[in-house]
């Protein structure tokens, strides 16, 4: 654990108590602060009182003892309107803050230049987190990884020397860290999402500059124009940017030619990798994910062959593109992460003669982008809240039946990939968020990964 000194000897409000939340309240309770915290499910409340933590209904509290409000990012903090908790921590005029500022608060103090790489994007974050991560260990390097990947950044070990911090940061926790400034900042894309807490585009993506603004070093992905703003405004304010691309950079970065990476140079550019074969990164947006790994991994010291060694062991991510198992030429593939259009492109762009499950709860604009990616839809089962729309989308032009759940469309998709003659591939990539029928895209893709498997005849892939 990190503990949170900045606010040793004072009182802080806290709310929000799932996820990083406890980890965050303890974390603070051992460098010194008293917090009294917060939160909408008893059990929470109570599981953090079995832990030592002092809780209290905050909307009774006097906020004038208060230094800050430590807000969870799953809470909005200002769309599609302000929390009660924020509502009274700006009219005590406190500051709010996350997790990610105080551990960035905390690597100021105690050791500014420990190494500390920041990855955000609105895909691919995690898996360039976990790739970025694996090629360090690999290699032998002190890597604490954490954030919204799943482990919170709080329950790591404190910055120190050379050990290096990997963190990812959504949007919702960049919007909770002013301070943010990491050794390497890496804005990976921009597409449409999380509209709902951020109310427009523009808003969305100057919060994902924020991560890169600071860096020392910024690693950009320029495949989309708002980034290759980002990247051009940060240049000119004098960050050192590295971009990165699924295509060419010019002479500079690190992009890709199909599953080849290449590093720009004045006298062209220079072999890097191959990632041909290696299935844990399939897809030109994988190649841009390696091609930023690789980015980082250069600027932290890296050789190419420790850098090589890791992309070809790196063993990917559950629910991202993850390998299942086959059943004769039959492939199935969980990509349960896919909770907007933007990432089940990428899935519909890597793959043929697609059996495609999806549906959820759905996100602005549907599937609509995905029109043009229809014509590898050998058929479609739909599932969740989403059916109706989506009925709608595919129309007449893609097979298509409303499955309503999960294990009926596994079952439905399996029996039809048995009757094609040629190789098929069994895609769960729903475009939606999950919260209609399950928890998380997590407990949703755990799901499929067990129907599968009960499968007869499934030959599961190594690893799965």
Avoid at 121 to 147: C, E, F, P, Y
Avoid at 184 to 196: E, F, K, T, Y
Wanted: hydrophobic letters at 45%.
């Amino acid at each position: 654990m990190i503990p949170v000194t900045t606010f040793a000897g004072q009182s802080v409000a806290l709310f929000g108590l799932g996820g990083s939340g406890l980890v965050t309240a303890l974390a603070l309770k051992e460098g010194g602060a008293r917090v009294v915290a917060c939160d909408d499910n008893p059990a929470k409340m109570a599981e953090a009182q079995a832990r030592g933590i002092e809780t209290a209904d905050l909307r009774e509290a006097d906020w004038s003892r208060f230094s800050a409000l430590i807000l969870s990012p799953g809470v909005p903090l200002t769309h599609p309107e302000p929390h009660w908790s924020v509502r009274l921590a700006e009219e005590a005029g406190i500051e709010i803050v996350g997790d990610i500022e105080l551990f960035c608060r905390e690597r100021a103090k105690v050791a500014p230049n420990a190494p500390f790489v920041a990855i955000t994007g609105t895909n691919g974050k995690s898996t360039t987190t976990a790739l970025v991560a694996h090629i360090l260990r690999q290699a032998g390097r002190d890597v604490q990884m954490g954030g919204n990947i799943g482990t919170a950044i709080l329950s790591l070990e404190p910055p120190a020397g050379n050990g290096i911090h990997v963190v990812e940061c959504s949007s919702f926790q960049i919007d909770l860290a002013p301070s943010l400034a990491p050794s390497i900042g890496v804005l990976l894309n921009i597409s449409p999402d999380h509209l709902d807490r951020h109310g427009t585009m523009e808003n969305y993506a100057a919060i994902k500059e924020r991560l890169v603004a600071k860096a020392k070093t910024a690693v950009i992905g320029i495949d989309d124009d708002l980034s290759r703003a980002i990247a051009k405004a940060c240049a000119a304010r004098g960050v050192r940017v590295v971009p990165v691309s699924a295509g060419s950079t010019g002479n500079e970065g690190v992009f890709a030619e199909g599953a080849r990476l290449f590093r720009g140079a004045p006298d062209g550019p220079i072999p890097v990798a191959d990632l041909d074969g290696i299935h844990s990164l399939r897809g030109a947006h994988n190649a841009q994910n390696a091609a930023a790994a690789v980015a980082i991994a250069q600027a932290l010291g890296m050789s190419e062959d420790e850098i090589r060694s890791g992309l070809r062991s790196f063993p990917g991510l559950p629910h991202r593109m993850e390998e299942i198992g086959r059943i004769g030429a039959a492939l199935f593939i969980n990509d349960s992460k896919a909770t907007n259009a933007d990432s089940t492109e990428k899935a519909l762009k890597s793959f043929d003669n697609i059996l495609w499950i999806l549906g959820g709860k759905p996100k602005e604009g549907g599937i609509e982008p995905l029109r043009p990616y229809f014509p590898k839809i050998r058929k479609a089962y739909l599932i969740g809240a989403a059916s109706d729309a989506f009925s709608e989308t595919l129309g007449e032009g893609v097979p298509h039946e409303r499955a309503e759940t999960l294990d009926r469309a596994v079952a439905h998709a399996a029996q039809d990939a048995a009757a094609l003659s040629a190789p098929a591939v069994v895609l769960l990539s729903p475009a939606c968020a999950s919260y209609d029928q399950y928890p998380n895209y997590e407990v949703r893709g755990d799901h499929f990964r067990e129907l599968v498997k009960a499968l007869p005849g499934i030959n599961p892939t190594m690893g799965a």
